[in-house]
Structures are given as C-alpha cells and as structure tokens.
C-alpha cells in the first residue's frame, strides 16, 4: 500500500493585507489567474511532498525555532519568468526573516528532506499564468505578519487551495 503524502510548505498568513493587494491586483490588471485573498501569503519554505512522519518531524523541528516577530516592507514587483508568476517582495529582507529562513533550511536538511533552491527570496504571489515586462512602481505596503503556518496545498479543478495543519505564533524578541 503507498505512502500518503501531502504538498507542504511553510509560509506567513498575510490575509490584514487583503484589501491593498486586491487594489494592487486591480491597478495591475494582467491577464492570467489572479491569486484570491483567501490564498494570500508569504513564503518562507516549500517542503514538497511529505508523509506524516516527515510533517511530525517539521512541526517539531518548528517547535524548537525562535520565531521573531518582523517587519517587511513590499515595495517590488518581479515575474518568476518560468513558472509565470507575478509577486510583491521586499527590497530589504529584515534579519529576524533571514534567521529564521536560514535556521529552517537548516532543520529540513538535518531532518534528510531536500535542500531549497539556492537564495530566499520573500514574496506574495498575486498572479499564476501571467507574462509581465515592464513592471510600474508601486507605494510600499507594510507588513507584520503574527504567525507561521503549515500549509497542505490541495489541487482541484480551479487551481490549489490552502489548509492550514498548524500555525505557530510569532514572537516579540
């Protein structure tokens, strides 16, 4: 009998920000699937396909991290050219951010699950299936995001959904 897996990854909730990024979603106006506020998020480490002993192991190694509460603020956008999709990041990545993306990639080698791919790079996605060149300037949109959740990604027919397994709240230092 096969292994159940699922689609994991790690990521902060960024659902306050609903509102500006519909508005930026709006303003853009590009063509492709746009992301729905309910799927909003930033990215701190795609795990891939875990069973439940792998995703036991996460939420443990998790349990142990420092999580510090940051700030960021978004204030690009860029296109993943191969997977076209459109994001907003941050210039500036604060240090508790880097930390902690350092000390989680550290913990899913420890733990025998595949490296990432070189770099962290923050974003939200707010477009799938899109081409952009010439990106406009934006007005930064500033975010304190108060946790970090486990995220099981579904496929269906309209694109994924996301089920959070298990959040951890941020901390103030």
């Known amino acids: ?8 990854f790690l990521a902060f909730p960024a659902g306050q920000l609903t509102r500006p990024l519909l508005r930026l979603q709006d303003r853009l106006a590009l063509s492709g699937r746009r992301i729905p506020p309910e799927q909003f998020h930033l990215t701190l480490r795609f795990l891939g396909e875990l069973d439940a002993v792998q995703q036991a192991q996460v939420e443990q190694m ?7 509460a940051f700030r960021l603020e978004l ?6 050219g191969r997977a076209r999709v459109l994001w907003l990041g941050p210039t500036q990545i604060p ?9 989680t990639e550290l913990g899913i080698q420890e733990l025998g699950l595949p490296a990432s791919r070189p770099g962290f790079h923050p974003h939200i996605s707010l477009f799938r ?13 500033h975010y304190q995001p108060d ?24 901390t103030s230092g």
């Open 147 to 170: 946790r970090l959740t486990l995220y099981a990604s579904r496929p269906t027919s309209k694109g994924p959904v996301y089920e959070c397994e298990r959040s951890w709240p941020l």
């Open 62 to 68: 998790v349990d142990r991290l420092p999580l510090v």
């Open 75 to 80: 204030d690009k956008l860029g296109c993943f």
């Open 1 to 8: 009998m096969p292994k159940s897996t699922q689609r994991l």
């Open 129 to 141: 299936h899109t081409s952009a060149g010439g990106l406009p300037s934006i007005s930064p949109i």
């Open 95 to 103: 240090e508790p951010l880097i930390t902690l993306a350092g000390q």
